[in-house]
């Protein structure tokens, strides 16, 4: 999963490697103006950015920073990115929002596509897509090993229980193995995952909801015979 989830966190690791201060940089990773500036807004500018590694000068000023993201994410979206893209139909920024979901789903660069494509089956479907990771982010609290039902409930845009559709922008910075991943998901019929009893990182699919219970039993068996709350 990602060790950048919000603004917050990304304008602390900025402030390591440019001269200029955490408060400075969150101004202006959260101003509508600077987001306009590149075509995006204040909720869904975080979205912009793709962790690769950059040679920045330490001299360079966030907004300058901010310019050179939108550069970034422009030679990103090459003609055979957006070309995969529209068999997802999905808009660049729903591929950004959703590739932040897998991230935080799996680290298993080669499950990433079939995780994808359980999300994109629900929204063809119109089933609310329920994923873990978007409570934990409504509840701004990214430490939580088991998800319980009064979790569900935690009212937020971002909550993918309680709403149907995509969240209203990313949960994580999304890698590229990730937003890749949407962008070659796989054709399946599943509809469900979970963590596999194993341990190793990798997911049980289920196409019904009766196989997913089974699957889900199996793991939460193993959790209390490891004692993990």
Not at 75 to 89: A, L, P
Request: contains cysteine.
């Amino acid at each position: 999963s990602s060790d950048l989830r919000i603004p917050a966190q990304l304008a602390q690791k900025l402030a390591r490697q440019i001269d200029a201060d955490s408060t400075a940089i969150m101004q202006v990773l959260t101003s509508p103006e600077v987001a306009r500036g590149v075509g995006f807004d204040s909720v869904t500018l975080f979205s912009m950015f793709i962790p690769n590694t950059y040679e920045f000068y330490w001299t360079v000023t966030p907004e300058e920073f901010v310019q050179r993201m939108k550069r970034e994410y422009d030679r990103f979206w090459t003609s055979e990115r957006d070309v995969k893209r529209k068999r997802s139909g999905l808009s660049r920024l729903e591929v950004m929002t959703l590739a932040s979901i897998v991230t935080e789903e799996t680290n298993k660069a080669d499950e990433m596509p079939r995780v994808a494509g359980v999300y994109i089956n629900r929204l063809r479907k119109g089933m609310p897509l329920q994923a873990d990771p978007t409570v934990k982010y409504a509840l701004q609290d990214f430490s939580l090993r088991r998800i319980l039902h009064k979790h569900l409930r935690t009212p937020s845009p971002y909550n993918t229980y309680l709403n149907k559709g995509l969240p209203p922008s990313s949960i994580a910075m999304p890698s590229v193995a990730a937003i890749d991943g949407v962008l070659n998901f796989e054709n399946h019929d599943y509809l469900f995952f979970c963590a596999r009893p194993t341990f190793d990182g990798y997911h049980s699919f289920a196409r019904t909801y009766g196989e997913h219970l089974a699957n889900a039993r199996a793991y939460s068996a193993e959790l209390n015979r490891r004692n993990i709350k």
